[in-house]
């Protein structure tokens, strides 16, 4: 592969991320991997469709991240031609190559023959991929970089054809002898220290070859391992310098090239910059970018460098949408953005989900020192009283090293622009300019734009912007003194280039050089002010330079050739001398005569005495600062002392913690006494009954939970653990554990509750709900969780007990960790768990997020089971696929998005309960605006309200 002809594109890192509709997704993925040979970050092909044409993917030869196919319908992904995937960045932090959720009935990846330099593999969810069970994956990945591999083969009738007989191993990517998997590693002769082109020692690849080869040279190889000169593989790029021997110095190396990626280039991208031998986005701290040659080189700073800021997806806005009022202020003084500017909908009207306030449209003041972007420019919002991009007048460079879809400036939907005002603008390096439905945008002529940009490929669209009839209607067309080249708005200030002369950005029909103030002169076409110290003419140039050497006559005193406001009296000269000069009777300053002298006794003493004054301040204020030290010094041992002597007394713990002193009582069988049976579930059966301590006339309501038996010493240690964990807890949302009893079949005592559980509290009193119960109810479930950082392991309405209608408690509080993957369907609540948790059997805080997500629909719904009609083997799937529960008919669109974000995929894209706590509480505040219920007020007995909690230990 020749490094002449390599083809680079930037890749994605939008994950799972849906762009649009499927067709608008699909687009920006053409656009992005069309005729590309080499993607520098990640190759990611997602939610193709049946007709999608996915016939531009067969250019790509290498990957330097990771490589996504999933959610796609298309019969083929055609990767025919890559060789390597390099895995510099990992999906996951662990898989350069990641197959899933691909559900088409012919889904693969026909003839794919690459190697993996780092990161594992995961292929899951592909229920109708065929051949990929005999695929040798160590001979495509590398043992040294500790890889995982993960294939995941669906229990689904698959009508596959067999390898090939021809097939080494039987191994191959589809039927058919041109399928076959090529072996490069494990296959080798002994001798061979990397990749081979068979079993034989003469076909040992190269040691540079990093995916098979044709040949022993390192011009042989189908992919580098490192990098690519020519065709060649080599351990490094030709440097920028090297030894000369004959001369004994370090000189120029002719043959130097770069290294952009794995490929080795004479010339950088027009639009990176240049550092130590390498091709970069951005200069490292502690240094700027200067044009030398037109090449952009990063160059030492010279004292503080100008002020470079993160933008949009970089440093710490990585995962920053766009430009808003909790990360603007970081933008403040900076004349150089690394990464993008993006001003969308959400940055001025905040963000509700995120706890983002709306953006004060006065602080994009801020952008009006920056000078330079290294991304794009993003322009889907603007505010009314806004009728131009002034801000941005001192914008000089969008370089494009990242694009919006191809586009590095994009100004859409602006709906009250009216011009764009970006007057100072001089290059556009990459990517194209898209100015779409800005209704009211005049100034929109091509030919400013194309003198911006360097490549050809780069091209300005203009869609249902302002009708240029309009815009002359309105006469907002360019000023006279505009030359044809255009303008960025009305008035002369706002010209491309100017008609006439130019003064300080301002377009003129004359320069002042006889008349007007300031007096100025012609210098290449601009107008400059003459020197201030240079005197009006009249009739007369007044100077025909800038310069204080170039006036035609001087305002006060000339010294030599320039004009002064006063002879030099006292200045150091050559040699440290003083120089003290004169003017004579025609303004000229003269040098005084080496016999004067120069000074008086007077000054000399006002000069002591201002001295010896500031040298008495400084001694009275050091004075003053060590006896104020001191007195605070004694005033804080004092303290301390005192403090010492009063906590002597106190009982210490070595740890520094309290003890734990939870009360776990231990009761004998006959202290409880079951009256009758109020259900059964996954932990065992609960009983109603009474506790009669012994020796006390006494008799309690309590709730005795019989485990089933355990059936080896980790249960029984399990069970321990949890009893331990659920005395320990105090805190007004849990039921509380009072006691425990350690017979064959452990029996736990807890609370009664009168009002039985939530699940059959709010289906028996649906008529009489209002939005403040059931927001406060959100509210104090996430709040247990939060405080005391436990997990739950199987939250759900029917576990949430009432004590009164203004209060709840949680119980079975950890007990779901005593069941087991082999549970069947009527114990595990299948329904109510996390993905991972029904996949891979993990719970965690955000897995309990989950099920709370689940346990507040419950509520919105009075009480309906989730999922009704689907079996809860074929939940997982259901999931898979991104159906979740529908939105309840109570629920506003703000209450349904907080159930949706519960039930990501990511665990850590969930929100934590913390945040649960603060957008529930904000709901509680104002409940009608988030839930629309319609509440008939009836006189409820007491009594009906105790029901038994029968459905509630059941598990779903």
Known sequence: MCSCCVSVCQGTSNHLTLLGTRDHHYDNMMRMYSNCSVVLENLEVTYTQENHDLSFLRSIQEVGGYVLIAMNDAATVPLVNLRLIRGHALYEGQYALLVMSNYHRNSSSASLDYKILKGGVKVTHNPLLCN????????????????????????????????????????????????????????????????????????????????????????????????????????????????????????????????????????????????????????????????????????????????????????????????????????????????????????????????????????????????????????????????????????????????????????????????????????????????????????????????????????????????????????????????????????????????????????????????????????????????????????????????????????????GPHCVHSCPQGVLGDGDQRVWKYADRTGRCRSCHQNCTHGSTHQSMLAAGVVGGLLVAVIVSLVVFVLLRRRRITRRRTMRRLLQERELVEPLTPSGQAPNQALLRILKETEIKKIRVLGSGAFGTVFKGLWVPDGENVKIPVAIKVLREATSPKANQEILDEAYVMASVDHPHVCRLLGICLTSSVQLVTQLMPFGCLLDYVRHHRQRMGAQWLLNWCVQIAKLPEERHLVHRDLAARNVLVKTPHHVKITDFGLAKLLTANESEYHVPIKWMALESILQWTYTHQSDVWSYGVTVWELMTFGSKPYDGISATDIASVLERGDRLPQPPICTIDVYMIMVKCWMIDPSSRPRFRELVRDFSRMASDPQRYLVIQVRRQHAKTQSDKKDTDSCIKGQ
């Not at 097939?167 to 081979?196: I, M």
């Not at 011009?219 to 351990?235: E, I, P, Q, S, V």
């Not at 990063?298 to 430009?323: E, S």
């Not at 898209?434 to 002529?445: E, G, R, S, V």
């Open 132 to 559: 990929i069970e005999t695929i040798q994956w160590w001979d495509i990945l590398d043992k040294t970089t500790d890889p995982s591999v993960v294939v995941k083969l669906e229990n689904y009738p698959r009508q596959c054809e067999s390898c090939d007989r021809g097939c080494v191993n039987g191994s191959c990517w589809a039927s058919g002898p041109d399928h076959c998997q090529k072996f490069t590693k494990l296959q080798c002769a002994d001798q061979c220290s990397r990749r081979c082109r068979g079993p034989k020692p003469i076909d040992c690849c190269n040691e540079h070859c990093a995916a098979g080869c044709t040949g022993p040279k390192a011009t042989d190889c189908l992919a580098c391992r490192l990098f690519n000169d020519d065709g060649t593989c080599k351990d490094a790029c030709p440097p920028p310098f090297h030894y000369d021997v004959n001369t004994h110095q370090v000189v120029s190396n002719p043959n130097a090239k770069f290294t952009f990626g794995a490929t080795c280039v004479k010339a950088c991208p027009h639009n990176y910059v240049v550092t130590d031998g390498s091709c970069v986005r951005t200069c490292s701290i502690g240094k700027y970018e200067v044009m030398e040659n037109g090449v952009q080189r990063c160059k030492d700073c010279d004292g503080p460098c100008p002020k470079a800021c993160d933008g949009v997806g970089v440093g710490a806005l990585v995962k920053t949408i766009a430009v808003n009022a909790s990360n603007i202020e970081s933008f403040r003084n900076c004349t150089k953005i690394n990464g993008d500017v993006s001003l969308i909908e959400t940055s001025f009207t905040g963000d509700r989900h995120y706890g983002i306030p709306a953006m004060d449209p006065s602080k994009l003041e801020y952008f009006r020192t920056l000078k330079e972007i290294t991304g794009f420019l993003l322009i889907q919002y603007w505010p009314e009283n806004m009728t131009s991009l002034s801000v941005f007048e001192n914008l000089e460079i969008i370089r494009g090293r990242t694009t919006r879809s191809g586009h590095s400036v994009v100004v859409v939907g602006a709906s009250h622009l009216r011009w764009l005002g970006l007057r100072s603008l001089q290059e556009v390096s990459a990517g194209k300019v898209l100015l779409k439905n800005n209704a009211q945008l005049c100034f929109t002529q091509p030919d400013k734009w194309r003198r911006l940009f360097k490549t050809s490929a780069q091209t300005v669209s203009l869609k249902d912007n302002a009708p240029p009839a309009r815009c002359l209607l309105q006469n907002q067309t360019c000023d006279s003194e505009c030359t044809a080249a255009g303008c960025w708005g009305p008035g002369p200030s706002m010209c491309v280039s100017c008609r006439h002369f130019d003064r300080r950005g301002r377009c003129v029909q004359l320069c002042n050089l006889l008349e007007g103030e300031p007096r100025e002169v012609v210098v290449n076409s601009s107008c400059q002010e003459c020197h201030p110290e240079c005197r009006l003419q009249s009739g007369v140039e007044t100077c025909h330079g800038p310069g204080p050497d170039q006036c035609s006559q001087c305002a006060h005193f000339k010294d």
